[in-house]
């Protein structure tokens, strides 16, 4: 069964710093890789999709990276705001609906 | 519309009440799913409907029953709950085709059992 993991559990930054958030997973047979924004009692705001023919994605600040054979991904976020605060959680699609959660990055990001 | 809604946004019921959760999408998605999520933990898939049929249950207790009654609706019926399944109810939706492509996302029930 696939197993997500996120490093670390939970980030704190001044604002203003860039800063990278972590997912790795067990097993490479994936359709696509997802990074989703939570905030506290919310649903999940999609930010990035990469499938898994591709290397990255990028959206304003935010640059995402795969590397499936190694089964990683990171997150970048440059020039870090307190409005990023919130929980970043990754997520991999091994079947049609099978989307596996990693257990979230807590972002705190002091002004 | 791009967007799957879900109502009540808050619901509180005691363990013997019948309540129900409802989420809608008007995307033309024929996937849709029902996720638990507790505090400080990642979704937990419960169900999947594809063209409306029930096609996976995650060996969810019986307490909950879903229904999609149509291709934009999807409900979740609620009898004598448990207090530990308190927790944000989350729905999401999908376009069915030859490219896997993401779920979508409704804002959550946040449910409170008694």
């Known amino acids: 069964k696939q197993e997500v993991t996120q490093i670390p559990a939970a980030l704190s930054v001044p604002e203003g710093e860039n800063l990278v958030l972590n997912c790795s997973f067990t097993?490479?047979?994936?359709?696509?890789l997802q990074w989703f924004r939570q905030d506290p009692g919310k649903g999940l705001t999609s930010l990035l999709l990469?499938?898994?023919?591709?290397r990255e994605q990028t959206s304003g600040r935010l640059n995402a990276s795969l590397d499936k054979s190694s089964g990683r991904s990171t997150l970048y976020i440059a020039a870090s705001q307190p409005g990023d605060s919130a929980t970043y959680l990754c997520?991999?699609?091994?079947?049609?609906?099978?989307?596996?959660f990693g257990t979230g990055t807590r972002l705190t990001v002091i002004p | 519309d791009t967007e799957v809604t879900q109502t009540p946004k808050h619901l509180v019921m005691g363990m013997t009440n019948k309540k129900s959760l409802k989420c809608e999408q008007h995307?033309?998605?024929?996937?849709m799913y029902w996720y638990k999520q507790k505090a400080k933990k990642p979704p937990e898939l419960m169900f999947v409907?594809?063209?409306?049929?029930?096609?996976i249950n995650e060996s969810v207790p019986s307490r909950f029953s879903p229904e999609c009654p149509n291709s934009s609706l999807l409900n979740l019926h609620l009898h004598a709950l448990q207090p530990e399944d308190s927790a944000l109810y989350l729905c999401?939706?999908?376009?069915?085709?030859?490219?896997?492509?993401?779920?979508?996302f409704g804002p959550g029930t946040r449910l409170t059992v008694l």
């Open positions: 999401a939706s999908r376009p069915v085709g030859w490219v896997v492509d993401t779920q979508y």
């Open positions: 097993d490479s047979a994936i359709y696509n």
């Open positions: 990469i499938q898994s023919s591709q």
């Open positions: 997520a991999v699609l091994s079947g049609a609906n099978n989307l596996f």
């Open positions: 995307m033309g998605h024929r996937a």
């Open positions: 409907y594809s063209y409306e049929k029930l096609s």
